[in-house]
């Protein structure tokens, strides 16, 4: 009786192997929208769209999502690739091989956020972009997001994923510096 046991998990597992990849496959259907819709969208690898859009992306590619729309505030979303359930239900079932294949095609990730649906700040409005979920409610400023996956994205992306949150550009200090003198300049007039 051992031994059939022995026998079953050993098929079992290997027929588990690359269990991600039978069940998900290493691309994924990304869906992107704004609010308004018609906003230009750009991929990091040059895919392009205008929202509402479906593309069909690989799981295992962090990436930048640039999003403009006349009128509203430019931005971009980082797009984090993040391991799935699956990668520790093939290390639970001993399917180290199965761990292995899914890793390697990136069948065992997802993207986040996703889908991605950002509400877009009018120009000038002071207001900040945001990420909305299906129902349309608030879950995070893009901002906040950005600084939430931009160690992990950057790390894949590089320089692509943008100035580190809370980083000052040399733009924005000199913009800052002549804010400072022309209220120096006013005050002593």
């Known amino acids: 009786m051992n031994k059939f046991i022995a026998a ?11 269990c991600a990849t039978v069940v998900n496959g290493p691309n994924l259907d990304y869906v992107v929208d704004t609010t308004p ?42 797009l984090w690739s993040k391991s799935g359930a699956s990668t520790f239900g093939n290390i639970l ?5 199965g761990a292995a294949v899914d890793a390697g095609n990136g069948s065992n990730r997802f993207l986040s956020p996703r889908p991605l649906i950002v509400r877009l700040a009018p120009l000038g409005s002071g207001e900040e972009a945001v990420l909305l979920d299906k129902k349309g ?5 893009v901002a906040e997001h950005n600084a939430e996956a931009y160690e992990k994205v950057a790390k ?13 550009t040399a733009e924005a200090e000199a ?11 006013a005050a002593t007039n």
């Open 37 to 78: 819709d018609g906003a230009a969208v750009t991929f990091l690898d040059g895919r392009t769209c205008v929202t509402p859009c479906e593309l069909v992306m690989p799981r295992k590619d962090s990436s930048r999502v640039d999003i403009v729309r006349e009128g509203y505030e430019p931005t971009y979303v980082l």
């Open 93 to 97: 079932l001993g399917g180290g091989i």
């Open 175 to 185: 913009e800052e510096v002549a804010v400072e003198e022309a209220a120096e300049e």
């Open 8 to 18: 079953f998990a050993a098929v079992s597992a290997i027929g588990l192997s690359g």
């Open 156 to 168: 894949q992306i590089g320089d692509a994923a943008g100035e580190a949150p809370g980083t000052v």
């Open 137 to 141: 409610e608030v879950i995070m400023t």
